[in-house]
T-cell receptor, first 114, second 116 residues
């Protein structure tokens, strides 16, 4: 079985400061990893994904994430946040070749303070 | 590319009525579409997986007779909430997996259902 843990439910950070949103997962098989962002009253937008290859993945809006197999983590980072980054962020895992079953974390609410 | 739309974006209905929500992949064909439900300040809960031309697979605890799913074509899936009650009020989000694509789901903008 797979599970995803996002340890921080809320993360306040000042504008132009760096941020890290944590994601740990549990799985008995290899998984694909994703980060999605959700703005208020909207659906989810893909930020980045790790399928294979380089463990450092760069996404949209200046975000990046690093896959760490030994620590079963996929933390999301941005060196300098903007007000527009205020949103809900979801980490998700998907075992390959399973019909694309996704398992989502509970989300982290990022609030950027002016 | 890879745009998914949902219609309507917001619906208010009376208790006991049925509501249909459409999910369309606009610029790609989707072998599989997924329906999620999201409560305020919570994560997405998978309700069902629908494959074109076959019956949907429902997650444990989801009433298939209440949440009817039809996936009539490679670009359209519908979710009908039958005999809706106030507890069915929620944010419903669909996603689609591209034919021959990688294991990435593309999400619609969601439908806010309010049952009075």
């Amino acid at each position: 079985a797979q599970s995803v843990t996002q340890l921080d439910s809320q993360v306040p950070v000042f504008e132009e400061a760096p941020v890290e949103l944590r994601c740990n997962y549990s799985s008995s098989v290899s998984v694909y990893l994703f980060w999605y962002v959700q703005y208020p009253n909207q659906g989810l937008q893909l930020l980045l994904k790790y399928l294979s290859g380089s463990t450092l993945v760069k996404g949209i809006n200046g975000f990046e994430a690093e896959f760490n197999k030994s620590q079963t983590s996929f933390h999301l980072r941005k060196p300098s946040v903007h007000i527009s980054d205020t949103a809900e962020y979801f980490c998700a895992v998907s075992p390959p070749n399973t019909g694309n079953q996704f398992y989502f974390g509970t989300g982290t609410s990022l609030t950027v303070i002016p | 590319g890879a745009v998914v739309s949902q219609h309507p974006s917001r619906v208010i209905c009376k208790s006991g009525t049925s509501v249909k929500i459409e999910c369309r992949s606009l610029d790609f064909q989707a072998t599989t579409m997924f329906w999620y439900r999201q409560f305020p300040k919570q994560s997405l809960m998978l309700m069902a997986t629908s494959n074109e031309g076959s019956k949907a697979t429902y997650e444990q605890g989801v009433e298939k007779d209440k949440f009817l799913i039809n996936h009539a074509s490679l670009t359209l899936s519908t979710l009908t909430v039958t005999s809706a009650h106030p507890e069915d009020s929620s944010f419903y989000i669909c996603s689609a997996r591209m034919v021959g694509g990688t294991d990435t789901q593309y999400f619609g903008p969601g439908t806010r259902l309010t049952v009075l």
